[in-house]
């Protein structure tokens, strides 16, 4: 049996209080993957594309999706993972302060496996965040498919 390939946490925040939060909360729960931050929808579809980039680094990605970013809604970025060959069997957590169940309905519909309400309060969005980051210390993550 091989080693497993290095997981990527793709991070697509655009509040960078929230990122730095987020980050922070991960590597106190002992998870030292690489994380590369995106704070705009267009960058990270951008860096996303067909698939063929993170593929061909040789490892697998986990996304984590705030729905309310500065240029665009998060959910055309979901459907755009979920409509990508090479992208849809990448597990995306949604981390946002959409409490509309209506919009968390439609997330799991389109695919996201996890739907994270960001409290406003900073102490109970830290909680929900290091809970994340023992989550993500122990998810099994697939590659990315060609």
């Given amino acids: 049996m091989s080693d497993p390939r290095p997981v990527t946490i793709i991070m697509i925040e655009d509040d960078q209080g929230h ?4 980050e922070k ?3 106190r729960a002992g998870v030292s993957n690489s994380i590369a931050h995106f704070d705009n929808g267009a960058d990270a579809l951008a860096y996303l594309g067909d698939g063929s980039a993170l593929r061909d680094a040789g490892g697998a990605a986990l996304i984590l999706l705030d729905l309310n970013l ?11 993972i979920r409509e990508t060959p090479a992208l ?8 946002t302060t959409t409490e509309d ?4 309905a439609r997330c799991y519909d389109l695919g996201c ?4 309400t960001k409290p406003l309060e900073y102490g109970s969005f830290a909680n929900a965040v290091r809970q994340l980051g ?3 210390s ?3 993550v697939p590659e990315i498919l060609s």
């Fill in 113 to 116: 496996n996890v739907y994270i």
């Fill in 138 to 140: 122990v998810m099994q």
């Fill in 88 to 95: 849809n069997a990448v597990p995306v957590i949604v981390l």
């Fill in 19 to 22: 990122a730095l939060l987020i």
């Fill in 70 to 80: 500065s240029d665009m809604n998060g959910v055309d970025i979901l459907m755009h």
């Fill in 25 to 27: 909360s991960i590597r």
């Fill in 134 to 136: 023992l989550f993500i």
């Fill in 101 to 104: 169940t209506r919009e968390m």
